[in-house]
């Protein structure tokens, strides 16, 4: 009977091994982390030795340790420390004891320093690791997660009054998370206050964080934050086409700049909004211009017009030289003062006459040159042909064939005005183009 009591009483607390895990990835790309830093403060005192169901509660303490750490992204640069408090005599005499120091996470460490503490035992004094992590804590970079795994077999608020002074000391960068192994309703409500005083936290248990995609739930919860938007556009990174917009910039669905008339050229850049489709714009939005006459490609019907010619709203140049005239008078053609050397200013109006020229191939004309009677008439009458002779030079130099071009001077012998005021000698001094019949 005394063999058979001693089986029985065997059987009675032998435990099942924590419950197989299989992980589910958390995808953490392109999202901010909620806290850069965790620190995991288990509960290795006495009354984790006791069973829970089939299995021993240290069991399912540690396996929450170890399944977390499967499932927490190992790319993020999470620093991580794994802090224990009670301890069987044999394993530790120290009431709380941090096995794994703050430093880069690493299931590989935190395995090992797991390994350690093999048996729960001695008292549950959760305040002083409480206490303890505050220093674990000290000037770590970001937000931290406290995440405290026992079953809150602990007597009196002595944890709450540690909760609440970490919790002041760090201020929204911590926040804390309590997960109860087993089910004794007082533990609870521990586990409550401690996450209200946590404020940013919350409560949890260990059987709900039993598969792998309950403890992915949870580990986003704590770590996983809001889509990152590196540009500030509105538009996550994850679906942001155009990454580093300029701040301020309006942009669309896909995080790219507006192009409301879609002319390729964003409309913080479009100096010419509304251009209509299909219409060639530069580098600022507006029509391409290619010969420089102010009227765009799409409405220039004189393409490739010569610089400073001036045009109509089709672009070809000012008819100049009107059908149905013998002659043309042009006042604007200029001369370097007692000189044949023409003015710079005048090129844009001889253009526009050799254009003429070459639209009316079958005119001939006489370049008759006229002066004022200002000076010595021998030298007027020179002046006035070299004038002449300089205008037939530059439109020959334009494509006009010199076979349809003569020069003659008058010097002032034709005035068209009085010589006796200044308006009629500016009148008089003046290029005169006849038709040859």
């Excluded at 690493?106 to 090992?112: A, G, I, M, Q």
């Excluded at 765009?296 to 008819?319: E, F, H, I």
């Amino acid at each position: 009977m005394l063999m058979i009591g001693a089986l029985v009483s065997a059987c009675a607390t032998s435990y099942q091994p924590a419950p197989p895990f299989t992980p589910v990835d958390v995808d953490a790309g392109g999202y901010a982390l909620k806290a850069e830093n965790m620190l995991v403060i288990l509960d290795a005192s006495s009354s984790m030795d006791e069973g829970y169901r089939q299995w021993k509660k240290f069991d399912l303490a540690t396996a929450v340790v170890r399944n977390m750490a499967k499932t927490v992204p190992a790319d993020r640069g999470i620093q991580s420390g794994l802090r224990t408090y009670g301890h069987d005599s044999n394993v530790s005499r120290k009431s709380t004891k941090l096995i794994d120091g703050m430093g880069d996470f690493n299931t590989v460490n935190l395995e090992k320093a797991l390994s350690t503490v093999y048996r729960a035992g001695g008292t549950s004094p959760l305040e002083k690791a409480v206490d303890a992590a505050a220093n674990d804590l000290e000037g770590l970079d970001g937000n931290s997660a406290m995440i405290i795994i026992t079953d809150a077999k602990v007597s009196g608020n002595r944890p709450i009054v540690s909760a609440s002074a970490v919790k002041e000391k760090f201020g929204g960068s911590l926040c804390i998370y309590p997960i109860l192994v087993g089910d004794d309703a007082d533990g609870q409500l521990l586990m409550e206050e401690i996450a209200r005083v946590g404020g940013c936290g919350f409560a949890a248990n260990a059987d709900d964080l039993a598969s792998g995609q309950q403890m992915a739930d949870f580990v986003k919860k704590v770590f996983i934050g809001e889509m990152l938007d590196s540009d500030g556009d509105g538009i996550a990174d994850a679906m942001d086409q155009c990454p580093g917009t300029s701040a301020g910039v309006k942009v669309d669905t896909a995080g790219c700049p507006l192009d409301s008339d879609a002319d390729g050229v964003p409309d913080y850049l479009d100096r010419c909004p509304g251009t209509p489709a299909g219409v060639k714009v530069d580098s600022t939005g507006c029509p391409l211009d290619s010969d420089g006459d102010g009227v765009p490609d799409s409405l220039d019907r004189c393409p490739n017009t010569a610089a400073g010619v001036k045009v109509d709203a089709s672009g070809c140049p000012l008819t100049v030289l009107q059908t149905g005239a013998v002659s043309w008078t042009f006042n604007e053609i200029n001369f370097e003062t007692s000189k044949a050397d023409i003015s710079p200013a005048s090129y844009g109006v001889l253009d526009q006459i050799a254009a003429a020229l070459g639209a009316n191939p079958q005119l001939k004309v006489v370049v008759e040159g006229h002066t004022d009677n200002t000076g010595a008439r021998a030298f007027n009458m020179d002046l006035s042909k070299r004038r002449a002779q300089a205008i037939v030079d530059y439109l020959v130099g334009k494509g006009v064939s010199p076979s349809r071009l003569s020069a003659q001077g008058y010097g002032p012998d034709r005035p068209i005005a009085d010589n006796a005021t200044k308006l009629g000698r500016s009148k008089n001094r003046r290029v005169q183009f006849t038709k040859v019949e």
